[in-house]
């Protein structure tokens, strides 16, 4: 069973998803503790391949208040986390973000038996005229229900 924690909704108006993927994050244990609680944001977050391995970049989990180490001059809220994936699926995506010019998106995080996934997307960015036709369908079927 699934618990949605955050979904990154502008995602589909801004990119078209080509492919999906679950993966892991690499977090912890305060930062699990509040993302438990809900404070956890992947809206202007996206992710990156370096060095063999696939980081998730601006993702924000808010500090936890009872932390020890809480308000000890560390702003760690938006750094790099490092996503758990198969070093196949690692390289056959970095080949299709270099030839294609594409980029990885998170579209959502929920928790699968007390596990934090993150699904990200292979995405190609629109052009203006592809978010008008959005815009359009999305009123037209409002219009129809």
Not at 19 to 41: M, P, Q, W, Y
Not at 43 to 56: M, P, R, T
Not at 126 to 141: A, G, P, S
Request: net charge positive; glycine share 6%.
């Amino acid at each position: 069973m699934e618990k949605l924690v955050a979904e990154n909704r502008r995602a589909r108006f801004e990119y078209d998803l080509l492919e999906k993927l679950e993966a892991g994050i690499v977090l912890t244990g305060d930062e699990i503790k509040s993302v438990r609680l809900g404070h956890f944001s992947i809206v202007d977050c996206y992710g990156y391949i370096k060095a063999g391995e696939c980081f998730l970049r601006n993702s924000y989990i808010k500090e936890y208040a009872n932390s020890f180490s809480a308000g000890r001059g560390e702003d760690k809220t938006r750094r790099d986390r490092k996503l758990l994936l198969h070093k196949k699926e690692i390289e056959k995506w970095k080949k299709r973000i270099e030839t294609e010019h594409l980029t990885l998106v998170p579209t959502r995080a929920y928790f699968v038996d007390s596990q934090l996934k993150v699904e990200i997307a292979l995405a190609r960015g629109k052009k203006l005229w592809d978010k008008r036709e959005t815009i359009k369908t999305r009123e037209l079927n409002r219009k129809l229900k």
